[in-house]
């Protein structure tokens, strides 16, 4: 009857596990079953182990009701149906008292249907047509899912009103059912009744019964698990078995169930004992579920996996929680089943950092009676009991009065409660107004679930309470968050969820039952009136002494109202210490112990330890060893090590080899990390956001902010300092002195003001340096400004960072970056976080898809791999927990309640210490009062200088949070050492962060001795100067600040860190004290990595060596149960099988005794620890080396020379290696027994004369933890992450809701970060707590970095290096390559006849110039490669001129200058400045792309066609045009009047054409011109309009139309001038109106090249105009200077061309001396248009049109001017210009070189045609190929060839005389010449036969025709009667490389005749 679940694995619901757990309870004749919470919450971690044995099905069919003992197996029996009684009615549709209940009768009937009940329709097999009308108690009816129907049944009759049938088959029989099966209410039950609109009643939605026909099948003992079969609802079939994770599919959708692995994957689990009853229950540390090769069913699946050990069918006697179920026998001991909940010690969460205290002790509004606290509770409890404040009406929490200071009282499960409450935003989107949040009851009954299974040593953790909560909300609303996703509503929703799932009636006896199963730890108190009742009654069971064994107290008061209130009250004394004191903030923990201290409280536990010697008071064993030990020069231990270290150093005897101080230098990483942070710099710079001008910073200056730590700030001073960065910043001169390094790190400390605001001043008066402010240890002091101005009394350095680093100045200041850099950025991730994502630099993971990016030479081994080192089979666990530490501190801890823990720990570890030196010194009955840990550590310490020939040794980090224990640590170790003689063997030294390092004399000596340091005052100052000094440093302060520590570093000793404030931060931040660098080229030893040993682990449990482990007592309280062992190498690291290795080496002597020996499993699969070096060795030498490679520790077994135990010997062959099973065979103990073997101080080993110093360099340190913290960061929660990366990440920030998913083990940094910010939000004590803009773009500084990574990972070398390249970048910002060539052909000038000697003429005067003779020779450096030109006084030959060079050599081998950019430079797309953003178009008032389109059109005669061109005008310069009307028809550019004057602008327009340098050119003239108005147009082709339109919105462009796309320089020329003159006469006629001569308008344009950056002028010093002295120096200006100096020209308009000269460093005065030349000019030339109108540039040309336009504007008779005292840089811009013309084939789409000679072809031939223009193939071709045409020409210069009316380029080596065929041109006079060749180019009209007769060619001479087409070569020839004087051959035709579509150009060839 009832929804059973006979056998189900379930992956029901809780509320479905909670009423099967009460069915359960109602069956069961024993004890009651496992908590429901363990059941469903625990188990939903792990997987089902699969088991052998055989698989048993149950039958298919529910067993009969009140057949109880029925075999399952067994038929059902036949139904015999009871006779009715006597005289009733047995009519069908009426019950027994005749009464109707057919609804098609009574539908409109009044019913009165009871509270709880439901009318619900039965069908009757009689009646098929009718249903009858019943009531029945909601809670026996499933919810809509089909589950969580209690068993049973409770029902009233409609029809007589015959009320309480409890059975359903009485019931069936009252109502006439006549059935002749088993009644089931689950057959007969079938519909739902409901009313509809007009009040009738009617048939409803089904009853949704689900349990029996979805059942799996039972996994009896042994099976290997069946499929569990998905609801059917759920998504998907099942997943298959597989050893991967399921998909992770939607979070709220439950996958389809696993099958777990096939049984033969677990033959380890075959001889599972029977489990320990643990507290009178299965203990939950049994339920382990090997997860090793199973997958772990992703979290929110509907809960797991459940365990199937629950009760069997129903009725089976004899089933209780004492019999092994499937999973409860096997220990299973899987080596990836990493301790999950039974990890002890998961602390409460300190909600720290709100300004004051954190524990509220007594709330001040409360009502009510007041509680009284009893006097003597602490003495009688042994602990404070937290009082956990829980649900309670608002100010219904009672008054306590009396004796308050031993209780304490938090709010903390209240706040959780309601923070569980709000429902996450994650759902919203799935209508959270319907769903409802975890009820009251619930959250209450989870606690209490929670509380039961929590092992005796474990502590309640927030985090997991609110994980429970929102996995069971998850849960109870899957089928709403799916209707959401999936399906609209259904007409007829399913059965309303009126009744909630626990009522406050049933929650005390549902909590009770739960906590009946658990020996008591848990004790409900039920009260009737108020919580004041139960706390009263709490407190007279603790005085009476009932409540020892409880650990939780849950008071419950269901009272009054519906509302419960409640408290949970902790008790137990592990707990209720642990969570007290967990409640107190770092500064009242500190003032806590100062007053335990102060006021004398610690002198009992003094006493306490002074009766534990066997002599009395240690101190008098002390000084008795004192005594014996004067008068001995050498006692036990002397001081003869030193003594021989001392004297071998100076006898140049043997010195150590392996000791060095690393030199500085940058690794791979750091450097790729350097790039990254400069990359971020330059991506913030290159965003529209202008929040970083680069461009205007001339130079890096920087300021690092450490916190106020003496050593810190030694170091980073000493880092600064080595790297050489001031000296590369250029900040300080060549010999840098400490004190001047001192101002570039500051401390943040009281002082740390007034330098900071020097730093601020600085930054104010420079505003070209770009300053860097470095926040390092970023984490440290997160405290909000606000919060000091409200304590202004409390420490002035509390939100120090806050008031420097956030104040206004920095972030307004353009010039100031900050970059904050640590390794825990948690608290830096909120919500409200000032740091973009984006800005965000994590150091990079060194392997990356199998891939090692950065290669180094040494390993890190931070966090992860301490981690990884207790899992993987590493021989030596490098964390490791004390057991008989923790077990002394819980006992000492119940014997002092009123002491606080630390205080504790502190006293009993220093007596350990205490202890451990005696026992080395030879007090070998010390040994018992010391754990093996620190006799292993002490041993160690002493023994290592005498390994070394130098005498160093190891270093033992002692942490000591707090500052006053920390001095009384070390008062009491130095007086320990002081008597026992050890002075000189090893330093004590007490690190304070607030003072330096204080050295005793005689160790300075070494020191310096080993470092070579000859400075006399030198005293070490950081920890890292202590390299191989022998030591304990005992290291204080709250929180380490970033101290870096030595390579001798071998232990470190956390065992006194502040266990019960666990946060994220603080913890990794003391785990990365450890951290450390691992040379790569020792193999580290271990055993085989990763997975292959996990298989192996877990073969350990099957060794039969249970019985011996739990016959043997530990020290701890609690047994060693079978779970405890499931890492094989327990972390006990007394038992770390490096210690046994030594000891049994050391005390065994012979090799085969030695139990690390490679047993047959272990030579396969565990390296030797030996290295090669010691292979040589003989036997006995290695085993004692091997011994010597971990510390020299005496075993806890001692197991003498007796034989190894059994356990080892039958482990050995399995693979495992011995040394582990040996560890784990025995528990680890501190009891006297384990001493017994240990031999006298006089044989204790001396490990192999290997110095320390080499294997330190090898292997990290070893780390100490306590227990809490170990168990913390070794467990795993389910996302397989440490547990510890699931804590609260910083004090000082919360979650922002409970409801909130796990981290992943698979997130990256910055998915971590992602994570943090939308999780966790400040506290208000926070310094970005008032920075609420949450996650908008605009809330994040422009300015700020955030470089995160691991602790000691060299983060301070990265950002120095990033200074150093920031500064070498900002250098180059501010320079430019420029060309940097001597003028060629200098020799080859003629001497003219006149010479402008008016040296010091600003101007050119018009008539002196005139008879200057022109220049035809080209200078330019660009035309190295040019044909010569030959004028006619040159008849001698010029010497050859070199060979071509190749065109691609051409670029690479110009030769360039590095130029500091001056302030009139022209920039390029990358240049953002202040000044220019409105020129450039970024400027509010300007919209980018806030521009119109004109066309303008003009018709040219030559073209035959009109040309139309496209203007692009900005708004900001349509001032500059002519329009028909605003918005119209452009009409003209305006042009100035000659006559103008103003020096406000400059009044040519300067055009530029460009192509392919969009970002590259120069084109940002602001500075150039020095901010003067001017007309700047772009001259672009059309299909790159767009582009550059987009990188300067604010520019004119004129678009080429697009027949020139793929025309070259002389197109755009061409266009350009046609382009002026038109306009130029359109301006005229317009200003003509305005009565304005046409002379008058301004006929000039300057055409500029895209690569001009600077411009020079020469500054000339004449002694007299005649006189010989002449000096001259250059300088710069801007571009105005000299548009202005030339524009003002006298006679400017008689100019032509005007020029300037091409800058050059070799530059003489020969070049200067004269101020103009008439010559060449190129590259910046002012062109009057108005003179050469009927000159054009040749718009075919790519190459040498500049040149061809001067020889044609010369010819033409007009004057060319070239200032020579004005010089333009021309920057090298790799891109773009003509180089962007690639000269390809058109058959084949993949790149082939093409080499010139293929540019020509004969016509008609099969040759390849080029995908290139032909004018350009055809220049190409000439440049340099021009010889097969004009051979007898090479190199024979007194034979040119001559070029009519156009200059090619024929290459060096041949020289061309240009003539002009028109009339009256000026010509040179040929009638010398005699030329070797002729090239006729596209010859017009003006060439004629006649004009050709005049020249003389040599015989053999040849001549080039070069025409259109195939039909005008010929017409040219006959015109020109060229066949008379050349002889032509049909062969000697050509055309370029072109199809017939792209119009080849044909030439003809002939020879003179």
């Known amino acids: 009857m009832g929804n059973s679940y006979a056998g189900q694995l379930k992956t029901t619901r809780f509320e479905e596990v909670l009423h099967n757990s009460i069915e359960a309870s109602l069956r069961s004749s024993t004890l009651v079953p496992r908590p429901i919470f363990s059941q469903l919450y625990l188990e939903a971690e792990r997987q089902l182990s699969a088991l052998e044995g055989g698989s048993r099905v149950d039958n298919e069919e529910e067993e009969e009701e009140g057949e109880g003992g029925v075999e399952p197996n067994c038929p059902p029996n036949p139904y015999q149906m009871l006779p009715p009684p006597e005289g009733c009615c047995t009519m069908d549709g009426f019950c027994q008292a005749g009464k109707d209940l057919r609804l098609a009768s009574i539908s409109s009937e009044p019913i009165d249907v009871p509270a709880g009940f439901l009318l619900v329709g039965a069908k009757s097999p009689s009646l098929p047509d009718h249903l009858l009308v019943c009531a029945v108690d909601k809670r026996f009816l499933p919810d809509d899912n089909g589950h969580n129907a209690l068993l049973g049944f409770s029902g009233n009759c409609v029809g007589c009103g015959k009320k309480g049938f409890c059975y359903f088959t009485e019931f069936s029989n009252h109502i006439n059912l006549k059935l002749t099966t088993q009644p089931k209410k689950q057959k007969h039950l079938k519909y739902y009744l409901v009313r509809n609109a007009q009040g009738t009643l009617t048939k409803g939605p089904l009853i949704c019964w689900k349990g029996s026909e979805f059942r799996g099948r039972q996994t009896s003992a042994g099976s290997c698990s069946g499929p569990l079969f998905p609801s059917l609802d759920s998504s998907g079939p099942p997943a298959a078995s597989s050893s991967e994770p399921a998909p992770g599919a939607n979070p709220s959708v439950p996958l389809g169930a696993q099958q777990a692995g096939p049984a033969s994957d677990h033959p380890s689990l075959i001889t599972a004992t029977g489990p320990t009853v643990f507290n009178g229950k299965d203990s939950p540390k049994h339920q382990q579920l090997v997860k090793s090769k199973l997958s772990a069913m992703p979290r929110p699946s509907a809960l797991g996996i459940l365990s199937n050990s629950g009760p069997p069918k129903k009725r089976h006697k004899g089933w209780s929680p004492e019999s092994p179920s499937a999973t409860d026998g096997g220990h299973s001991q899987g080596g990836g089943n990493r301790a999950k909940y039974e990890s002890a010690g998961m602390s409460y969460m300190p909600q720290v950092g709100l300004v004051g205290p954190a524990s509220v002790t007594f709330p001040v509004v409360a009502s009510g009676e007041p509680v009284s606290v009893p006097d003597n509770l602490l003495k009688i409890c042994k602990a404070k009991p937290v009082i956990f404040k829980g649900k309670y009406s608002h100010g219904n929490f009672p008054y306590l009065c009396g004796n308050l200071n031993d209780v304490v009282v938090s709010p903390l499960l209240y706040t959780c409660y309601q923070n569980s409450q709000s429902i996450s935003r994650a759902y919203e989107q799935y209508g959270a107004s319907t769903i409802q949040p975890i009820s009251e009851e619930t959250q209450l009954l989870l606690t209490v679930y929670y509380l039961v299974q929590l092992a005796a040593d474990q502590v309640p953790l927030m985090e997991d309470l609110e994980q429970i909560f929102l996995r069971s909300w998850r849960e109870s609303h899957l089928t709403e968050i799916r209707q959401y996703q999936q399906a609209p509503p259904q007409p007829f929703p399913p059965a309303p969820s009126a009744v909630a799932p626990v009522t406050s009636a049933q ?32 407190f007279r069971l603790l005085i009476e002494g009932k409540l020892a064994k409880t650990n939780y107290v849950v008071i419950i008061c269901a009272c009054r109202n519906a509302a419960i209130d409640s408290c949970i ?14 409640l107190l903030t770092p500064a009242e923990y500190q003032k806590e112990v100062n007053y335990e201290l102060v006021t004398g409280k610690v002198d009992s536990l003094g006493a306490f330890f002074s009766t534990l010697c066997p002599e009395g008071d240690i101190d008098i064993l002390l000084d008795k060893f004192h005594q014996e030990s004067q008068g001995h020069t050498s006692s036990s231990l002397t001081a003869s090590s030193v003594a021989k270290s001392a004297s071998l150093d100076v006898g140049g005897a043997r010195t150590c080899t392996s000791y060095s101080l690393e030199p500085h ?21 290159d965003s529209s956001t202008q929040n970083l001008d680069l461009g205007s910073f001339e130079k890096v200056d920087f300021l690092i902010c450490i916190p106020p730590s003496e050593v810190t700030y030694q170091q980073t001073l000493f880092h600064v300092w080595h790297s050489g960065v001031l000296l590369e910043l250029g900040l300080e001169k060549e010999h840098v002195t400490k004190q001047r390094v001192e101002q570039y790190v500051l401390k943040l400390d009281a002082e740390a003001q007034t330098r900071f605001k020097s730093f601020l001043q600085n930054s104010f008066q420079n505003p070209h340096t770009l300053f860097v402010l470095i926040h390092d240890h970023a984490h440290w002091d997160l405290v909000s400004s606000a919060v000091h101005n409200l304590y202004s009394q409390s420490d002035p350095s509390v939100g120090l960072v806050d008031r420097l680093l956030n104040c206004r100045e920095v972030k307004e200041a353009p010039n100031i970056v900050t970059l904050h850099v640590t390794s825990f950025p948690y608290a830096l991730q909120t919500q409200h976080t000032l740091i973009s994502p984006y800005n965000e630099i994590h150091w990079p993971a060194s392997y990356s898809n199998g891939a090692d990016l950065y290669p180094e030479n040494k390993k890190y081994f931070g966090l992860s791999e301490f981690i990884e080192s207790t899992l993987s089979g590493h021989s030596l666990p490098l964390l490791r927990y004390d057991s008989s530490f923790e077990a002394m501190v819980t006992a000492l801890g119940k014997r002092f309640p009123r002491l606080h823990s630390a205080v504790i720990r502190t006293f009993v570890l220093v007596q350990h210490y205490a202890a451990a030196m005696m026992a080395v010194s030879g007090l070998s009955q010390m040994k018992n009062y010391t754990s093996v840990e620190t006799l292993e550590i002490t041993q160690n310490l002493i023994n290592s200088p005498k390994q070394c020939p130098c005498g160093r040794g190891l270093m033992v980090l002692l942490r000591v949070p707090c500052s006053p224990l920390a001095a009384v640590a070390y008062e009491r170790l130095a007086h320990v050492r002081a008597r026992l003689a050890l002075e000189q063997h090893f330093e004590i030294i007490l690190g304070n962060p607030s003072s330096g390092i204080t050295v005793g004399k005689h160790f300075v000596k070494q020191l310096k001795m080993w470092q070579k340091i000859e400075d006399a005052e030198w005293r070490p100052q950081t920890y890292l100067e202590l390299e191989g000094l022998p030591c304990i440093l005992i290291f204080s302060g709250m929180d380490p600040h970033g101290e870096s520590l030595p390579r001798s570093l071998r232990y470190c000793d956390l065992r006194l860190i502040n266990s019960s404030c666990l946060v994220r931060t603080a913890l990794e931040q003391e785990l990365g004290l450890a951290a450390y660098f691992v040379s790569n080229e020792i193999p580290l030893e271990r055993g085989v990595h990763g997975e292959a040993l996990e298989s192996d682990t877990e073969k350990l449990s099957s060794t039969d060596n249970e019985d011996e482990e739990l016959g043997t007592e530990g020290s701890m309280s609690e047994k060693r149960s079978p779970v405890k062992r499931e890492r094989p190498h327990s972390h006990d690291s007394a038992s770390s099988p490096l210690s046994s290795q030594a000891s049994s080496a050391a005390l065994c002597g012979e090799p085969s005794a030695q139990p690390g020996g490679p047993s047959q499993g272990e030579q396969g699969r565990t390296p030797q620890p030996c290295s090669p070096s010691e292979e040589s060795r003989a036997p006995g030498d290695k085993q004692r080396l091997r011994a010597s490679q971990g510390p020299a520790a005496i075993s806890r077994h001692s197991p003498g020379l007796a034989p190894l135990p059994d356990a080892a010997l039958k482990a050995s062959p399995k693979g495992i290696q011995a040394p582990i099973a040996l560890s784990s065979s025995q528990p680890p103990s501190s009891g006297p027994s384990s001493s017994a073997a240990v031999p006298a101080a006089g044989t204790l080993v001396l490990q192999a004369s290997q110095c320390s110093l080499t294997k330190t360099g090898q292997q990290p340190p070893v780390v100490f933890l306590p227990k809490l913290v170990y168990d913390m960061v070794t467990s795993t929660d389910s996302s397989g992450l440490p547990k510890a990366a699931s804590l609260l990440p910083s004090h000082s920030v919360m979650w922002a809701s409970s409801f909130r998913p796990l981290l992943s083990k698979t997130m990256t940094s910055t998915e971590q970060s992602l994570y943090y910010r939308q999780w966790t939000v400040p506290r208000p004590s926070h310094l970005d707590y008032g920075n609420r803009a949450e996650g908008r773009v605009d809330s994040f500084h422009p300015r700020r970095l955030l470089l995160s990574g691991p602790p000691q990972i060299g983060k301070t070398g990265a950002y120095l290096q990033f200074l150093s ?37 600003s101007w050119p005067d018009l008539e002196l110039f005139k008879k200057l003779s022109f220049d035809y020779i080209i200078h330019d450096p660009k035309y190295e490669d040019a044909s010569l030109i030959c004028s006619h006084q040159q008849t001698r030959k010029s010497e050859d001129r070199g060979t071509s060079r190749k065109p691609e050599d051409l670029y690479v081998r110009r030769q360039t200058a590095r130029m500091r950019l001056s302030k009139y430079a022209a920039y390029n797309t990358y240049h953002h400045c202040e000044q220019c953003h409105q020129y450039m178009g970024f400027h509010p008032r300007y919209q980018l792309y806030e521009s119109t389109l004109h066309a303008f059109a003009f018709s040219y005669s030559m073209l035959g066609e009109e040309i139309q061109l496209h203007f692009i005008i900005p708004k900001s310069k349509e001032h500059h045009f002519v329009f028909s009307q605003p918005g119209g028809q452009l009409e003209s550019m305006r042009l100035p009047l000659v006559t103008d004057k103003s020096h406000e602008y400059i009044k040519s327009p300067t055009f530029t054409p460009t192509t392919g340098r969009h970002e590259h050119g120069l084109f940002n003239l602001y500075h150039a011109m020095d901010g003067a108005s001017h007309l700047h147009v772009l001259v672009v082709k059309e299909y790159e309009m767009a582009i550059y339109k987009k990188y300067w919105p604010n520019h004119i462009m004129l678009v080429l139309p697009s027949i020139f796309n793929s025309a070259g320089v002389g197109a755009a020329h061409f266009l350009i001038k046609e382009l002026s003159y038109h306009n130029l006469e359109l301006e005229r006629n317009r200003q003509e109106e305005l009565g304005i001569r046409p002379q008058d308008i301004w006929p000039f344009i300057v055409i500029s090249d895209d690569s001009c950056v600077m411009w020079n002028v020469v500054d000339v010093d004449c002694g007299g105009e005649r006189s010989r002295e002449f000096s001259w120096s250059e300088r710069n200006v801007s571009l105005k200077y000299i548009m202005q100096h030339i524009e003002a020209s006298p006679n400017i308009t008689h100019y032509a061309l005007i020029g300037m000269r ?26 009057n248009v108005d003179l050469t109108q009927n000159v054009q540039y040749n718009q075919n040309r790519f190459l040498c049109d500049d040149v061809d336009f001067n020889l044609r504007v010369h010819s033409a008779g007009l004057l060319l001017c070239r200032f020579n005292r004005f010089s333009v840089m021309k920057k090298q811009i790799a891109v773009g210009g003509h180089r962007s013309f690639h000269i390809t084939s058109k058959a084949s789409d993949t790149p082939v070189a093409i080499v010139p000679a293929q540019y020509i072809c004969a016509p008609d031939s099969k040759h390849t045609f080029l995908a290139a223009p032909a004018q350009l193939l055809l220049e190409k071709f000439l440049q340099h190929h021009s010889h097969h045409f004009f051979p007898l020409s090479l190199r024979n210069h007194g034979h040119p060839v001559l070029l009519v009316d156009c200059y090619l380029n024929l290459g060096s080596q041949i020289s061309v005389c240009y003539v002009s065929s028109r009339p009256h041109s000026l010509n040179i006079s040929c009638s010398d010449f005699m030329f070797s060749g002729l090239l006729l180019y596209l010859c017009d009209s003006f060439v004629g036969a006649s004009f050709l007769k005049k020249f003389h060619f040599l015989k053999g001479a040849t001549l080039c025709v070069i025409c259109q087409d195939r039909n005008s070569l010929r017409q040219t020839v006959v015109r020109l009667e060229l066949e008379d004087e050349w002889q032509f051959r049909l062969r000697d035709e050509f055309q370029t490389a072109n199809a017939k579509e792209d119009r080849p150009l044909f030439f003809l060839t002939g020879r003179h005749i």
């Not at 530059?1707 to 030339?1725: A, M, Q």
């Open 507 to 538: 929650l005390p006896w549902l909590a009770g039952l739960a906590a009946s199963s658990c020996n008591d730890s848990v004790h409900i108190i039920e009260c009737t009136y108020s919580l004041a009742e139960g706390l009263s009654e709490m």
């Open 569 to 582: 009250a902790v008790t137990g004394k592990y707990q209720a210490r642990i969570l007290s004191e967990s």
């Open 665 to 685: 230098h940058i690794r791979p990483f750091q450097l790729a990390v350097a790039q990254k942070l400069l990359s971020h710099v330059c991506s913030i710079a």
């Open 1702 to 1727: 091409k800058w050059s460093s070799k530059t003489g005065s020969r070049e200067v001396h004269e101020p103009f030349s008439r010559c060449h000019v190129h590259d910046f030339v002012v062109l």
């Open 1365 to 1401: 390249i920031l500064s070498r970048m900002l250098i180059r910002l501010t320079e430019v390559d420029v060309y940097d060539e001597e003028e060629i052909n200098i020799n080859l000038r003629e001497e003219a006849d006149w010479h402008y000697l008016q040296l010091s003429d």
